[in-house]
């Protein structure tokens, strides 16, 4: 059965419900990960007029605030960080069937560097970048693996996977998702030190700590400091979970980290809900003035973000 709507019933529902379309998505993610209308309409190319037109649309189709307005800066609401993380996967398998299907006689080729921390890098972005290698046999990956934030002039990467808030720098930034973190203790612990049920009991139990804490886990969402002590300290990830592991005390490290541990049964996860924020997890490259990103090392990116975002880590 056919059904068609007269002319006023359409320009009733043109009234009421906005004409959204892709590219006001693909604006809206541009906004979060610039930090501005300025800065968005710059990278796409399009006036200052159009991509404030586009976010006012969009939220007013949505019905919900996505970005918070200051005089200098935008800031993303949680509900629009949450929004732009679950469009951004869609968006990219959109645009790689794209590329795929307009570049289907052109293969890529050269080599890419790329720059990730010494943890994470093996972890998750190296069996990605191989899944990447399979279907591209003309490309060629360096790995850079290191915990500090390198110059990526000076060490001449393509573009690094970076976890955690940046400074301010000219660097572009595309933003991934978040991390979750993880409070975990040994069962040996927990059973001969009984098992918290509220962060505020950190304060009486034995916790493993970074060598540079200032003694005070955040948690909650940034709304609770508590006070935490104890006796072993390293800066290195490893060594503190291995404590945790070996009934110490009582560890907080990003998930992923303590993911088979977790599922191995030699620590137990605990206090959950009271978690601190995501670290936020993106793509930083260095600004190429007017000219676009090679071929090979945006399809690159776009392989990763859809491959990373996909395992809500």
Known sequence: ??????????????????????????????????????????????????????????????????????????????????FADRIRLALTTIDGAREDLLARDRRLAGTIRIGTSSLFGPEYVTPALSQFLTRNPEVHIELVLSDEHIDLVAEKLDF??????????????????GLNWAVFASPAYLAAHGRPGHPRELSHHE?????????????????????????????????????????????????????????QGIVEQILVGHEPPPIPLQIVW??????????????????LVARLSAQRI
């Open 1 to 82: 059965m056919i059904i068609y709507a007269n002319e006023d019933i359409l320009s009733h529902f043109s009234r009421e419900w906005p004409l959204t379309s892709l590219a006001d998505y693909t604006i809206f993610l541009a906004i979060v990960d610039e930090g501005s209308l300025t800065s968005a309409a710059v990278r796409l190319g399009r006036s200052l007029q159009a991509v404030s037109r586009s976010l006012a649309r969009l939220e007013q189709d949505l019905g919900v605030e996505l970005v918070s307005r200051t005089t200098r800066r935008l800031h993303p609401t949680a509900t629009g960080l949450d």
């Open 160 to 177: 690094a996977v970076r976890i955690g808030n940046l400074p301010d720098s000219n660097l572009r930034v595309r933003r991934i998702g």
């Open 207 to 263: 916790c493993v700590l970074r060598a540079s804490d200032d003694d005070r886990w955040v948690f909650d969402d940034n709304k609770r400091r508590i006070a935490v002590h104890g006796r072993f300290r390293s800066e290195n990830a490893a060594a503190r979970n291995a404590a945790v592991a070996s009934g110490v005390g009582i560890g907080l490290a990003p998930l992923w980290q303590v993911r088979r541990l977790i599922e």
């Open 286 to 303: 260095v600004r190429r003035g007017a000219g676009a990103l090679p071929r090979r090392i945006r399809a690159a990116m776009d392989f």
